[in-house]
């Protein structure tokens, strides 16, 4: 799953990218915006850390977000920008909460709708003429319905992920690669001073009227965060005032936003972290171990990963009633410790 950084210049969005991912991208004016930065990062997971201290694997691996600082131009939001976000899962934009060089004041409001209306325009773009070569040969009226409500939608000022839509009428739409069809996150910016203040409340009231979620952080502190051997970096975030890095609380709502959930496994040889889309049924979460899996599934063991830290084995928690075995129509939840059993 990918995730794009976008933004205004100006508003620390390389900066952003860098602390997250810790790779060291060129920031400001002056940076290369020909081109993406990409970068991947692990999602924190408590749950995996506790499975690790109980087994004390060979391997610990977590669940992975490919984060991308999505190229802009000088000027702000281009249609190469643009056309840049349409490949990508979901986007997260960053809003600048600190005075720029000059001492302006942030206006991450401003900021906030203006990349709505670009993206508006460009959807509508995007559906008119879909629209046009539909009237004309009537082929699909089903098809031309559907864009023509869009329309009306996106001419109200309306984002698309806020229009009302059945499940079946979305995933039609997921080939046109609509921006305001894509979850949005917003990022807060702000200097170091204000890291522990609560957000300007029009900033929580922007984010709430669009049903989308919010998330402040101080990207330079971040990065020196970031930078410390992880043995030191507890302790400096405490210094702070904070529980944990804010990127932690970042990446986390990040994967929260594509509808991911993780299926843990775990033992001696590795405990793991495994995202799939919620809802997903147990053989089709199998297939993401290996194919063979699904192909043959024949049932699922399954402990939730409190019960199993709690117990400590796999045969207390059968003793005490706590292992589940399941079938092709168990839908995996959020936390579930499987255990498939198969046979090719």
Known sequence: MRIGLVGVPGCGKSTVFGALTGLAVETGYAARRDRANLGVVKVPDARVDALARLFEPKKTTYAEIVFTDVAGAAEGIDRATLNAMRPLDALCQVVRGFPDAAGAAPDPVREIADLETETILADLELVEARIARL???????????????????????????????????????????????????LVLNVGEAEILAPPPEPVVAAAKSRGIGLVVLSAPVEMDVA????AEQPDFVASLGLEEPARHRFIRAAFDLIDLISMLTSGPDECRAWPVPRGMLAPRAAGKIHSDIERGFIRAEVIHWRDLVELGSEARCREAGKLRVKGKDYVIQDGDICCFRFNV
Do not use: F, M, N, V
């Not at 109200?156 to 921006?179: N, Q």
């Open 227 to 230: 930078q410390l051997p992880e």
């Open 135 to 185: 009237t004309k040969d009537r082929s699909q009226p089903r098809e031309l319905e559907l864009l023509q409500r869009i329309q009306a939608g996106l001419e109200g000022g309306a984002p698309l992920r806020g229009i009302e839509l059945a499940a079946e009428e979305r995933r039609s739409l997921a080939g046109y690669a609509l921006l305001t069809q894509k979850p949005l996150l």
